[in-house]
């Protein structure tokens, strides 16, 4: 289908009623840098779809009605961003991420994801930003992101309370969304306000929420600023 297109460097496919993409389906597409297909159909990304994409920097599956990424589903790329965000994952497995080092900007957004397993993206070893607001997460394992991140938007999940093992120690400036969370601030979150922690920064540079301090489900109304570590009730306590 696309013989003679091997100078193509951007490919359009939005808005179409793309169900299912074949292996190997762009593979004369060997200068492309990026492709769209945002809003169309998609349920399934299978083994070796993107073969013969060498050159490709972004990809956009925004859009679709993705459950499953099988293994393999990103083997052959070389990406610099890509964009997952409107779609049905319930489950990231480590596995889809390997040679993906090069990947700067993850786009996760609205999705279902429940869980974030330790090492799920410890992969992706030169991300910077990461996406994840408003999907349905409850846990975050300690050593679930990579050392490299800059930017973590978690805002519009179901967190009730955030490990400060899941920060990295060598992160610095790292600028993170927590807003519409239903957090219970009790001292598992005092590290939150500790100034040994100062190079977190509440900042929503490039994250699509712009309410991004932690709200406090057993202080309503209460501003996190004006939420004082004195404040915060004991573990045990009623």
């Known amino acids: 289908m696309w013989e003679g297109l091997a100078s193509l460097a951007r490919l359009d496919l939005d808005h179409n009623f793309i ?64 964009y997952l965000n409107n779609n049905l994952l319930t489950n990231i497995q480590r596995e889809i991420w390997e040679g993906m080092d090069n990947l700067r900007l993850l786009h996760l957004t609205q999705n279902h994801l429940t869980v974030v397993k330790a090492d799920t993206f410890v992969l992706l070893s030169g991300l910077q930003w990461l996406y994840l607001e408003n999907n349905r997460i409850v846990q975050i394992e300690p050593k679930s992101f990579p050392r490299s991140l800059s930017i973590l938007c978690l805002s519009g999940n179901n967190l009730g309370t955030l490990s400060e093992l899941v920060l ?71």
């Open 168 to 238: 990295d120690p060598s992160w610095l400036n790292l600028q993170l969304t927590l807003g519409r969370n239903p957090l219970f601030c009790n001292t598992s979150l005092s590290w939150m306000k500790s100034k040994e922690h100062n190079k977190i920064f509440w900042g929503s540079r490039g994250c699509d929420d712009h309410h991004i301090e932690p709200d406090c489900a057993n202080f309503p109304g209460v501003a996190w600023k004006n939420v004082k570590l004195q404040s915060f009730p004991g573990e045990h306590c009623h």
């Open 19 to 82: 169900a299912d993409i074949q292996p190997a389906a762009f593979s004369y597409l060997t200068k492309c840098l990026w492709i769209h297909l945002s809003h169309n159909k998609l349920t399934i990304i299978r083994k070796d779809t993107w073969k013969g994409l060498d050159s490709l920097q972004r990809l956009d599956l925004g859009h679709n009605f993705i459950t499953d990424i099988l293994p393999g589903g990103f083997s052959n790329l070389n990406l610099l961003e890509m």
